[in-house]
């Protein structure tokens, strides 16, 4: 702002505004209802107006004379305007306050800070309240105050608010230099500084969370090796294809050599390495030993036995399997007939396991397959034996003898008729051949007829006793007698009948006899030879014998030889059947005891020893495998639980001492945090007193994972199915990233606390500080802007009031040359007019009379000259004139005035006014409408005819055209009577000098 200097405005003084103000109120005080009243008023306003333009310029040479003492009020003003500009310490922006925010100290002395850069010296944010009027309301003069007083106590605030203006305006101002230490620029900087420390704290909340993930890091390593050595553990017990078995796979492969574990023949017997490897990396060491126990465990289809259980029962198993043996053998040997007769081997089989009984059911396994070696070994024998067998009925059939019998029963080991039906046998073919010799011309009784005696006629000879005859004939033709018994008879018969007779030959005859070589001699006898009966007969029946011995009975066999073979088919039969009840009992014990092999036996085949193993009722059982087995399946599992033990103990071991790391890394994590937590809420505290900021503590801060997500997923993923259950490892990383959020939360806090005191940063939220600085600034500014508008004020008034006054005499110049010139010309006519009125009125009226009224009224306000009772002339005279109406200029004034005219002046009578001046002419002449029997009627006054009425009552009353019967009766103003009205003398010239006379010029200030 331009500062105004004092001299040059000392020339003009009164504001055109104060000269104009009385006219217009004086003019505008009341209403006039009458053309007098208001000609009165407007005269008295004008001559108020030339009285005050002649105080003018006395008042400017007052000022001239110097500047007058300033008035109480201006002095403790002034006062106050200068404690206005004193500068003060801020609430806020104090070093004493600030420095001792905690670890404030601490961060300046870190970053050279000087403190005195937080001591900020700051002004009132208001602007004192002035109580003065020049400036406000101009020079006035109502105070009692002299002018130039006035324009003393004008130039005096002006200054003031100048020097405030450019102060505030300074302390408004941004620092242009870090050293600044007053008003805002130096708050923003110690703001800058407190933005830097309160970042600093949230740094350090930052550099916490830097530690944890230090920590964690360390935790790491250490904790490495443990979840290495657990993570090879737990892929090994538990397989599968989780992420952490891939892992591992990918890093020690041959830990998942499962056979390579289990590569020896007691668990080979029972798996093979595949089936190893595929169980362990499917499942893992785990699986592999439950797999081992179930399997051990396991009795199938209603076994008696395990493979946990069989060993300490092998003996008994044994025992009941020698039993089962002996019986098969004895079944065999009694049944031995079924084995060759009728069903045959299959028969006997299938009845077998119904024939004898086992404990342990094995009698079940007495099967085809149990014996085929023996069957097989039976059947050539049985049918070797079936082809002599054979051989030897179609021999004897041959010969003439019924073997039936006899070969019924030659498989029939328990029979004691067969020796007897053989000698039957026997008997028939030799005595068949002594049926044969002593048949035809050689019959027995033609023999018995040439026995003679020889010491008898031949009358005594014919007639000779028949008791020997008879007894030859009963020994010879008993076919069930045997040759060797007949010989004996004959003998025994001979000696008894004596030797004195003869048989009498008519020719020579053969006797045969078999030699050592078996072969028939021959030899003959004479036919002169003397042969007792005994002897010739005995002779035969030696033919038969040698027959017997040597002639075939077919092609085949001898019937010597035939008896002999089915002697020895029967003693065949019978070693068949013991030695076929020993081969059944060695096959039972072989298969069923001692296994077909050592490799069945020591179940050394790889996967050949299962559960099926040790039923003893199942096909394929064989004790000494199920004991091989049982004692494998118990070696494997004792080696599986070994290593699962083994791996256990380790992984336990790396687990507890994991769980210790973790522990220990909870703990010291807590003891950080809680240590921040701490310091931060006992600082928020501080800070809470030393700025009312509150410091809420920080919400929802966590202690412990939650169960759901606290542990590792790739234990947890990895045990989900173990039998050992979940293994449940700490995930360190949750724990550090919950403490995160806890920093964060209480971070949060901090900032949100730090925020109320310096706002998110200058320009942005809101902040007590941020607030205050703001606020001071928006103070400064108004404080600024309201002291500049107040100079300004006193700069305009006072520079208002001399160019006003300047503009006034001029203008009243101005208007007294027009004045005079106007009163010269227009007065002799007004004079003339008014003369003519006292006798004829409306002849007077006629014409221009409006511009000679106001002509005259100037006049009669001429300075000390205006009197009352010309005033009261010149009215008349007008309202004679506006009576009549005549003048073109003037008209019939509107109905609402006719009435009020016409109340004043005769109320009773009236009566036509009376809606007018209660409703008002322009409501009274409303028309309204309304339907009547379906058409629109309109009602209302006829305003147009009631007009009419009034303004002929209204002439009638004050005046018609032509009447002429108004004058007007006062005395002539007195500027009419003057000896002279012209320019020269007289009353015009005495007019203009009093017009000069009311203009005073001031002393030294030019016109």
């Given at each position: 702002?331009?500062?105004?200097?004092l001299?040059?405005?000392?020339?003009?003084?009164?504001?055109?505004?104060?000269?104009?103000?009385?006219?217009?109120?004086?003019?505008?005080?009341?209403?006039?209802?009458?053309?007098?009243d208001?000609?009165?008023?407007?005269?008295?306003?004008?001559?108020?107006s030339?009285?005050?333009?002649?105080?003018?310029?006395?008042?400017?040479?007052?000022?001239?004379?110097?500047?007058?003492?300033?008035?109480?009020?201006?002095?403790?003003?002034m006062?106050?305007?200068?404690?206005?500009?004193?500068?003060?310490?801020?609430?806020?922006?104090?070093?004493?306050?600030l420095?001792?925010?905690?670890?404030?100290?601490?961060?300046?002395?870190?970053?050279?800070?000087?403190?005195?850069?937080?001591?900020?010296?700051?002004l009132?944010?208001?602007?004192?309240?002035?109580k003065?009027?020049?400036?406000?309301?101009?020079?006035?003069?109502?105070?009692?105050?002299?002018?130039?007083?006035?324009?003393?106590?004008?130039?005096?605030?002006s200054?003031?608010?100048?020097?405030?203006?450019?102060m505030?305006?300074?302390?408004?101002?941004?620092?242009?230099?870090?050293?600044?230490?007053?008003?805002?620029?130096?708050?923003k900087?110690?703001?800058?500084?407190?933005?830097g420390f309160?970042?600093?704290?949230?740094?350090?909340?930052?550099?916490?969370?830097?530690?944890?993930?230090?920590?964690?890091?360390?935790?790491?390593?250490?904790?490495?090796?443990?979840?290495?050595?657990?993570?090879?553990?737990?892929?090994?017990?538990?397989?599968?294809?989780?992420?952490?078995?891939?892992?591992?796979?990918?890093?020690?492969?041959?830990?998942?050599?499962?056979?390579?574990?289990?590569d020896?023949?007691?668990?080979?017997?029972?798996?093979?390495?595949?089936?190893?490897?595929?169980?362990?990396?499917?499942?893992?060491?785990?699986?592999?030993?439950?797999?081992?126990?179930?399997?051990?465990?396991?009795?199938?289809?209603?076994?008696?036995?395990?493979?946990?259980?069989?060993s300490?029962?092998?003996?008994?198993?044994?025992e009941?399997?020698?039993?089962?043996?002996?019986?098969?053998?004895?079944q065999?040997?009694?049944r031995?007939?079924?084995?060759?007769d009728?069903?045959?081997?299959?028969?006997?089989?299938?009845?077998?396991?119904?024939?004898?009984?086992?404990?342990?059911?094995?009698?079940?396994?007495?099967?085809?397959?149990?014996f085929?070696?023996?069957?097989?070994?039976?059947?050539?024998?049985?049918?070797k034996?079936?082809?002599?067998?054979?051989?030897?009925?179609?021999?004897?059939?041959?010969?003439g003898?019924?073997?039936?019998?006899?070969l019924?029963?030659?498989?029939?080991?328990t029979?004691?008729?067969?020796?007897?039906?053989?000698?039957?046998?026997?008997?028939?073919?030799?005595?068949?051949?002594?049926?044969?010799?002593?048949?035809g011309?050689?019959?027995?009784?033609?023999?018995?007829?040439?026995?003679?005696?020889?010491?008898?006629s031949?009358f005594?000879?014919?007639?000779?006793?028949?008791?020997?005859?008879?007894?030859?004939?009963?020994?010879?033709?008993?076919?069930?007698?045997?040759?060797?018994?007949?010989?004996?008879?004959?003998?025994?018969?001979?000696?008894?009948?004596?030797?004195?007779?003869?048989?009498?030959?008519?020719?020579?005859?053969?006797?045969?006899?078999?030699?050592?070589?078996?072969?028939?001699?021959?030899?003959v006898?004479?036919?002169?030879?003397?042969?007792?009966?005994s002897?010739?007969?005995?002779?035969?029946?030696?033919?038969?014998d040698?027959?017997?011995?040597?002639?075939?009975?077919?092609?085949?066999?001898?019937?010597?030889?035939?008896?002999?073979?089915?002697?020895?088919?029967?003693?065949?039969?019978?070693?068949?059947?013991?030695s076929?009840?020993?081969?059944?009992?060695a096959?039972l014990?072989?298969?069923?005891?001692?296994?077909?092999?050592?490799?069945?036996?020591?179940?050394?085949?790889i996967?050949?020893?299962?559960?099926?193993?040790?039923?003893?009722?199942?096909?394929?059982?064989?004790?000494?495998?199920?004991l091989?087995?049982?004692?494998?399946?118990?070696?494997?599992?004792?080696q599986?639980?070994?290593?699962?033990t083994?791996?256990?103990?380790?992984?336990?071991a790396?687990?507890?001492n994991?769980?210790?790391?973790?522990?220990?890394?909870?703990?010291?994590?807590?003891?950080?945090?809680?240590?921040?937590?701490?310091?931060?809420?006992?600082?928020?505290?501080?800070?809470?007193?030393m700025?009312?900021?509150?410091?809420?503590?920080?919400?929802?801060?966590?202690?412990?994972?939650?169960e759901?997500?606290?542990?590792?997923?790739?234990?947890?993923?990895?045990?989900?199915?173990?039998?050992?259950?979940?293994?449940?490892?700490?995930?360190?990383?949750k724990?550090?990233?919950?403490?995160?959020k806890?920093?964060?939360?209480?971070?949060?806090?901090?900032?949100?606390?730090?925020?109320?005191?310096?706002?998110?940063g200058?320009?942005?939220?809101?902040?007590?500080?941020?607030?205050?600085?703001?606020?001071?600034?928006?103070?400064?500014?108004?404080?600024?802007?309201?002291?500049e508008?107040?100079?300004?004020?006193?700069d305009?008034?006072y520079?208002?009031?001399?160019?006003?006054?300047?503009?006034?005499?001029?203008?009243?110049?101005?208007?007294?040359?027009?004045?005079?010139?106007e009163?010269?010309?227009?007065l002799?006519?007004f004079?003339?007019?008014?003369?003519?009125?006292?006798?004829?009125?409306?002849g007077?009226?006629?014409?221009?009379?409006?511009?000679?009224?106001?002509?005259?009224?100037?006049?009669?306000?001429?300075?000390?000259?205006?009197?009352?009772?010309d005033?009261?002339?010149?009215?008349?005279?007008r309202?004679?004139?506006?009576g009549?109406?005549?003048?073109?200029s003037?008209?019939?004034?509107?109905v609402?005035?006719?009435?009020?005219?016409?109340?004043?002046?005769?109320?009773?009578?009236?009566?036509?006014?009376?809606?007018?001046?209660?409703?008002?002419?322009?409501?009274?002449?409303?028309?309204?409408?309304?339907?009547?029997?379906?058409?629109?009627?309109?009602?209302?006054?006829?305003?147009?005819s009631?007009?009419?009425?009034?303004?002929?009552?209204?002439?009638?009353?004050?005046?018609?055209?032509?009447?002429?019967?108004?004058?007007?009766?006062?005395?002539?103003?007195?500027?009419?009577?003057?000896?002279?009205?012209?320019?020269?003398?007289g009353?015009?010239?005495k007019?203009?000098?009093?017009?000069?006379?009311?203009?005073?010029?001031p002393?030294?200030?030019?016109r």
């Amino acid at each position: 702002m331009k500062q105004r200097k004092l001299a040059p405005l000392f020339a003009v003084t009164l504001s055109l505004q104060l000269v104009l103000s009385p006219v217009i109120g004086f003019a505008a005080d009341e209403k006039k209802t009458s053309a007098s009243d208001v000609i009165l008023g407007t005269s008295e306003a004008f001559a108020t107006s030339i009285q005050a333009a002649g105080q003018i310029w006395s008042t400017v040479n007052q000022i001239k004379q110097g500047n007058q003492g300033l008035s109480g009020q201006a002095a403790f003003d002034m006062q106050k305007f200068q404690e206005q500009q004193t500068p003060q310490t801020d609430k806020y922006f104090n070093m004493q306050k600030l420095a001792s925010m905690p670890g404030m100290t601490e961060y300046m002395a870190m970053n050279n800070i000087n403190p005195a850069m937080l001591e900020c010296k700051t002004l009132p944010t208001t602007l004192h309240e002035a109580k003065n009027e020049v400036c406000s309301l101009g020079v006035t003069t109502d105070r009692g105050v002299a002018p130039a007083a006035q324009l003393s106590e004008m130039q005096a605030y002006s200054n003031q608010y100048f020097q405030i203006n450019k102060m505030y305006r300074n302390y408004s101002a941004d620092s242009n230099s870090a050293g600044q230490l007053f008003g805002v620029g130096c708050m923003k900087n110690a703001m800058n500084i407190l933005n830097g420390f309160f970042k600093y704290r949230l740094d350090e909340l930052d550099k916490l969370t830097t530690n944890l993930e230090a920590m964690q890091n360390q935790f790491r390593e250490a904790s490495r090796s443990d979840l290495d050595a657990i993570e090879e553990s737990v892929a090994v017990l538990e397989g599968g294809d989780s992420e952490l078995a891939n892992k591992v796979k990918s890093k020690k492969p041959d830990l998942f050599d499962f056979g390579k574990r289990f590569d020896n023949p007691a668990c080979t017997s029972m798996f093979a390495k595949d089936s190893f490897n595929q169980m362990g990396r499917n499942k893992g060491l785990n699986a592999i030993n439950q797999t081992l126990k179930n399997t051990m465990s396991e009795k199938v289809n209603g076994s008696k036995y395990s493979g946990e259980s069989y060993s300490a029962s092998h003996s008994a198993v044994v025992e009941d399997l020698n039993n089962l043996a002996d019986k098969v053998a004895k079944q065999a040997e009694l049944r031995f007939s079924e084995l060759t007769d009728g069903q045959g081997y299959a028969g006997f089989l299938k009845n077998l396991p119904n024939s004898v009984s086992s404990v342990n059911g094995a009698n079940n396994l007495l099967t085809n397959d149990l014996f085929s070696d023996v069957q097989t070994s039976f059947a050539e024998k049985s049918q070797k034996l079936q082809n002599d067998f054979n051989t030897i009925a179609s021999e004897l059939s041959a010969g003439g003898a019924n073997p039936g019998k006899a070969l019924s029963i030659v498989k029939n080991l328990t029979t004691e008729n067969f020796d007897k039906e053989v000698t039957t046998i026997e008997n028939q073919l030799k005595n068949g051949c002594l049926s044969s010799t002593l048949s035809g011309g050689s019959s027995l009784d033609t023999l018995l007829d040439r026995i003679y005696d020889p010491t008898a006629s031949d009358f005594a000879n014919k007639n000779a006793s028949n008791f020997l005859k008879e007894k030859l004939k009963t020994i010879m033709a008993n076919d069930k007698t045997s040759p060797e018994k007949k010989l004996s008879e004959l003998k025994n018969l001979e000696s008894v009948a004596g030797n004195r007779y003869y048989v009498k030959m008519d020719n020579s005859y053969e006797v045969q006899e078999t030699d050592a070589s078996g072969n028939i001699v021959t030899r003959v006898v004479d036919a002169s030879s003397k042969k007792s009966p005994s002897v010739f007969f005995s002779d035969i029946i030696r033919n038969c014998d040698a027959q017997f011995k040597v002639n075939k009975l077919d092609n085949q066999l001898s019937g010597a030889e035939a008896i002999q073979k089915l002697r020895t088919l029967h003693s065949s039969y019978k070693n068949l059947a013991k030695s076929h009840a020993s081969e059944m009992k060695a096959a039972l014990k072989k298969k069923l005891i001692e296994c077909e092999s050592s490799e069945d036996a020591n179940s050394s085949a790889i996967g050949s020893c299962t559960s099926e193993r040790f039923n003893t009722s199942a096909a394929g059982f064989c004790a000494n495998a199920a004991l091989s087995c049982s004692k494998n399946m118990q070696s494997c599992n004792q080696q599986a639980e070994k290593f699962v033990t083994e791996i256990k103990a380790q992984k336990t071991a790396r687990v507890n001492n994991y769980k210790a790391l973790v522990e220990k890394n909870k703990k010291d994590i807590v003891k950080i945090f809680d240590s921040a937590l701490s310091k931060y809420m006992k600082d928020g505290e501080l800070l809470r007193g030393m700025f009312g900021a509150g410091f809420s503590s920080p919400s929802g801060i966590e202690r412990e994972v939650p169960e759901g997500s606290r542990y590792l997923n790739l234990f947890t993923d990895a045990t989900s199915g173990s039998p050992d259950g979940k293994l449940l490892l700490e995930d360190p990383d949750k724990y550090v990233d919950m403490f995160k959020k806890n920093i964060t939360a209480l971070k949060k806090s901090v900032e949100d606390q730090q925020n109320q005191i310096v706002g998110g940063g200058l320009g942005k939220n809101n902040g007590l500080l941020a607030d205050h600085i703001k606020q001071t600034e928006k103070n400064y500014k108004e404080v600024a802007s309201s002291a500049e508008k107040f100079a300004d004020k006193c700069d305009r008034n006072y520079s208002e009031y001399v160019k006003a006054s300047e503009q006034q005499r001029n203008q009243q110049n101005a208007k007294n040359q027009e004045l005079q010139s106007e009163l010269g010309e227009k007065l002799p006519r007004f004079c003339k007019k008014y003369e003519t009125a006292r006798s004829n009125a409306m002849g007077a009226c006629k014409g221009e009379i409006t511009d000679l009224f106001d002509a005259a009224m100037k006049a009669a306000n001429r300075s000390g000259q205006t009197s009352y009772s010309d005033g009261q002339a010149i009215a008349e005279f007008r309202d004679v004139c506006d009576g009549f109406g005549n003048e073109s200029s003037s008209t019939t004034p509107d109905v609402e005035t006719m009435c009020a005219e016409l109340e004043k002046k005769d109320p009773a009578s009236n009566k036509m006014c009376k809606g007018v001046i209660e409703k008002g002419w322009a409501e009274l002449c409303k028309k309204e409408s309304k339907q009547v029997d379906g058409q629109t009627v309109t009602t209302g006054v006829d305003c147009k005819s009631l007009e009419s009425q009034i303004s002929k009552k209204y002439l009638g009353t004050f005046g018609g055209s032509g009447s002429g019967a108004i004058t007007v009766t006062s005395s002539a103003p007195s500027f009419c009577t003057a000896a002279d009205n012209s320019n020269r003398g007289g009353f015009m010239q005495k007019l203009n000098e009093a017009i000069k006379s009311s203009v005073p010029q001031p002393t030294g200030v030019a016109r």
